[in-house]
Nanobody, 126 residues
Framework: QVQLVESGGGLVQAGGSLRLSCAAS????????MGWFRQAPGKEREFVVA???????SYADSVVGRFTISRDNAKNTAYLQMNSLKPEDTAVYYC????????????????????WGQGTQVTVSS
């Protein structure tokens, strides 16, 4: 059974930084794509960033230059480094991974993901 556990959320002032972690278990982590999504109150879940098994990345326009995704296959963990945070980044952040191998593709569509973490709250105050 694949499990994803996020951590690292919290309250930060605008302009600050946070690093989210997503610890995966239940299968060979290095072979699968990973993604981060977020959902703000009253809004639909939206794509943030994704990374392929080989390290290729894709970012939402709203986070380019501020957020960085990475993965440590030895630790079965994906990371989301968030810098220059803005109040509009406030949301619950979820990591996700697909059930199938997709090659060197960083998946942007949440319908491509089958396993999701429980989410971690990020709140950015102005």
């Amino acid at each position: 059974q694949v499990q994803l556990v996020e951590s690292g959320g919290g309250l930060v002032q605008a302009g600050g930084s946070l690093r989210l972690s997503c610890a995966a278990s239940g299968r060979t982590f290095s072979r699968y794509a990973m993604g981060w999504f977020r959902q703000a109150p009253g809004k639909e879940r939206e794509f943030v960033v994704a990374i392929s098994w080989s390290g290729g990345t894709s970012y939402a326009d709203s986070v380019v230059g501020r957020f960085t995704i990475s993965r440590d296959n030895a630790k079965n963990t994906a990371y989301l480094q968030m810098n220059s945070l803005k109040p509009e980044d406030t949301a619950v952040y979820y990591c996700a991974t697909p059930s199938r191998l997709v090659g060197s593709i960083a998946l942007r569509d949440d319908r491509s993901y089958d396993y999701w973490g429980q989410g971690t709250q990020v709140t950015v105050s102005s």
